[in-house]
T-cell receptor
Framework: DAGVIQSPRHEVTEMGQEVTLRCKPISGHDYLFWYRQTMMRGLELLIYFNNNVPIDDSGMPEDRFSAKMPNASFSTLKIQPSEPRDSAVYFC?????????????FGSGTQLSVL | GENVEQHPSTLSVQEGDSAVIKCTYSDSASNYFPWYKQELGKRPQLIIDIRSNVGEKKDQRIAVTLNKTAKHFSLHITETQPEDSAVYFCAASPGSARQLTFGSGTQLTVLP
């Protein structure tokens, strides 16, 4: 298993541009999470899905952020328009159902820089 | 909601010495306490976890202890090696990944 796959690894964009981050969870995992990591705020949960359905998006900072999961093997996090304060590492993670559903498997992250 | 505090924020030890990182939590309903290790530029990875029905768990050079009464848990690394240098995150949950609350992280540096 290749693990959770994220793309791109690095994204540099200008303020006001749209940014789309992508994630492929581990096959068979029913939960998918989007986290943001910054020095100031650490690891913050933005949103999570269960069986492709968004369950809790209370961590999404603003309406500029949106996330979708059109199928069990793909999710996107979109920022439109992007701002310099959105610069961070964005991690996608997945976890299985059942007894191990508390274990998170992280992707390699996307380093986003908004200039 | 849950609040997890982690100390210290940075820790330097000599190679071969022990390192201890401590976390406290606020929600008595929390019953699952994982520790994640994040090497520079890499993803966080689970290294050890403990449930509230256990007081201590060991895996080779790492161990985690839990004091439910005091609501704190600790990570112990013995015989530290340079490859132990990383950021370590504690977390607490009432039982599922969707409810994990992370601590702020500890940057551990093992000096050769």
């Amino acid at each position: 298993d290749a693990g959770v796959i994220q793309s791109p690894r690095h994204e540099v964009t200008e303020m006001g541009q749209e940014v789309t981050l992508r994630c492929k969870p581990i096959s068979g995992h029913d939960y998918l999470f989007w986290y943001r990591q910054t020095m100031m705020r650490g690891l913050e949960l933005l949103i999570y899905f269960n069986n492709n359905v968004p369950i809790d998006d209370s961590g999404m900072p603003e309406d500029r952020f949106s996330a979708k999961m059109p199928n069990a093997s793909f999710s996107t996090l979109k920022i439109q328009p992007s701002e310099p304060r959105d610069s961070a590492v964005y991690f996608c993670a997945s976890s299985p159902q059942g007894n191990s559903n508390e274990k998170l498997f992280f992707g390699s992250g996307t380093q986003l820089s908004v200039l | 909601g849950e609040n997890v505090e982690q100390h210290p924020s940075t820790l330097s030890v000599q190679e071969g010495d022990s390192a201890v990182i401590k976390c406290t939590y606020s929600d008595s309903a929390s019953n699952y306490f994982p520790w994640y290790k994040q090497e520079l530029g890499k993803r966080p990875q689970l290294i050890i976890d403990i449930r509230s029905n256990v007081g201590e768990k060991k895996d080779q050079r790492i161990a985690v202890t839990l004091n439910k009464t005091a609501k704190h848990f600790s990570l112990h690394i013995t015989e530290t090696q340079p490859e132990d240098s990383a950021v370590y995150f504690c977390a607490a949950s009432p039982g599922s990944a969707r409810q994990l609350t992370f601590g702020s992280g500890t940057q551990l540096t093992v000096l050769p």
